[in-house]
């Protein structure tokens, strides 16, 4: 059997982006911080990595479109947090930014992270944005290197 998968390195020519939003700043920088060290410590370029800022999770699949249809980027890593409050807000936010991310996705051959977390409350969120979990955003970069290799050895 032939086994295709990818690697956890860059070659260092890669142009990657990060999209994340700045609501909830406190924890979605930690998850951009830990995003661009996964990027550097796999090879990549500082050079190469841009970060684009939306105002919120909601707004992550519209600016993906764009990013994603202009063709510049071979990966694009995707970092959010929704935490749930007393309404029902959550609920619609977290399922519109996963449902938008995902149909964007489908519609190009360029790989797509998804490190959104939607969370109950603010303490688990600080958990996965560095602390106990580790962190989200250093594991969605992480794959964003693997999927990049993988797509060079299907052919892709």
Request: hydrophobic share 35%; charged share 20%.
């Given at each position: 059997m032939k086994t295709i998968e990818g690697k956890l390195s860059l070659l260092g020519s890669e142009k990657v982006a990060i999209i994340g939003s700045?609501?909830?700043?406190?924890?979605?920088?930690?998850?951009?911080?830990?995003?661009?060290d996964a990027f550097l410590r796999h090879g990549g370029d500082e050079g190469s990595i841009d970060l684009i800022l939306v105002p919120g999770?909601?707004?992550?699949?519209?600016?993906?479109?764009?990013?994603?249809?202009?063709?510049?980027?071979?990966?694009?890593?995707?970092v959010g947090a929704v935490i749930?409050?007393?309404?029902?807000?959550?609920?619609?936010?977290?399922?519109?930014?996963?449902?938008?991310?995902?149909?964007?996705t489908m519609k190009y051959g360029i790989p797509?992270?998804?490190g959104v977390l939607t969370t109950d409350t603010i303490e688990q969120a600080i958990e996965r944005?560095?602390?106990?979990?580790?962190n989200k955003g250093f594991e969605a970069m992480t794959n964003i290197v693997e999927l990049i290799s993988l797509y060079k050895n299907l052919g892709a």
């Open positions: 700045r609501f909830n700043h406190i924890i979605v920088d930690r998850l951009i911080e830990g995003a661009k999770a909601f707004e992550i699949p519209f600016v993906l479109e764009r990013v994603l249809s202009d063709g510049n980027y071979d990966g694009v890593c995707c749930r409050g007393s309404t029902p807000h959550f609920d619609y936010v977290a399922a519109e930014t996963t449902k938008g991310i995902a149909s964007v797509v992270t998804y944005a560095g602390c106990k979990s580790g």
